[in-house]
């Protein structure tokens, strides 16, 4: 589980754990991840905590070494790891866009590379990536995100097609807002891009939102521990909303 020490990545670590997995948490915040693996281990459950700079195709490569000379073939990749922020078209600064496309994409495409050469064929290999339903629809002022997001779709529906006949599938979830220090920080930059209090965006954000509230990190981990499971082995390619009704595309 790529990202996995804080917010969305944490809860699928923690159930894809208590379904009976072993579980390496990977993140560049050695900070995020530690803390998460000892929590986990507390729990008398299995997790590694692997700091890793998915930008790095070096340490991609001694991530996945690792893993499978602790654990065997890996049968299962979340790519969940992910950042945000405001990259508008006039910033003089390229560097936030480039941050975000190295995060997002070329990490996800690194670490699939590399774990796909130890997933086993035929035997319920999972890739499940963590999109956004800005996967489905723009928002003014993060287009390097909404980039990404759209990207990770076509991803998984190309590569779904590509290691279909090695029995292994993919698949995008795509959370709405969820309650997590990530949509804080949305929330905050998203409420000064307006003017406004994030109290206020906030309001407008959950008025927005059919089922009237934020998800829990927890509703993510559940659905995403379901597409890792025998019981889902007949879905693949598919980019799955779960977000309250924000979208139905």
């Not at 999972?126 to 997001?149: D, E, M």
């Not at 003017?195 to 089922?211: D, M, S, Y």
Request: with cysteine; glycine share 10%.
């Amino acid at each position: 589980v790529t990202g996995g020490g804080t917010g969305i990545g944490k809860a699928i670590a923690l159930s894809l754990c208590k379904s009976g997995a072993s579980v390496a948490i990977l993140s560049r915040n050695a900070a995020h991840i530690e803390p998460a693996a000892a929590q986990l281990s507390e729990l008398g459950l299995t997790a590694l905590a692997l700091p890793t700079d998915l930008r790095s195709k070096a340490q991609v490569q001694r991530a996945v070494a690792e893993v499978v000379a602790k654990w065997g073939p890996i049968h299962i990749l979340v790519n969940n790891a992910g950042i945000s922020g405001l990259s508008r078209i006039d910033d003089e600064d390229d560097g936030k866009w480039h941050d975000i496309i190295d995060t997002n994409l070329n990490g996800m495409y690194l670490i699939t590379k590399e774990v796909l050469k130890h997933m086993p064929d035929n035997a319920g290999g999972r890739i499940i990536n963590i999109s956004s339903v800005l996967g489905k629809f723009g928002v003014p002022g993060y287009t390097a995100y909404c980039t990404t997001k759209h990207g990770m779709i076509g991803f998984t529906r190309a590569l779904a097609l590509e290691v279909v006949q090695r029995g292994i599938t993919v698949n995008t979830v795509c959370p709405g807002w969820v309650d997590t220090e990530m949509a804080a920080l949305g929330i905050n930059e998203s409420a000064a891009l307006q003017g406004i209090t994030a109290e206020k965006f906030k309001a407008q954000a959950v008025a927005a939102v059919p089922i009237q509230r934020f998800l829990d990190p927890d509703e993510i981990a559940e659905l995403v521990t379901y597409i890792a499971s025998d019981a889902a082995r007949g879905i693949t390619g598919q980019a799955m909303n779960i977000c309250g009704g924000q979208t139905m595309v």
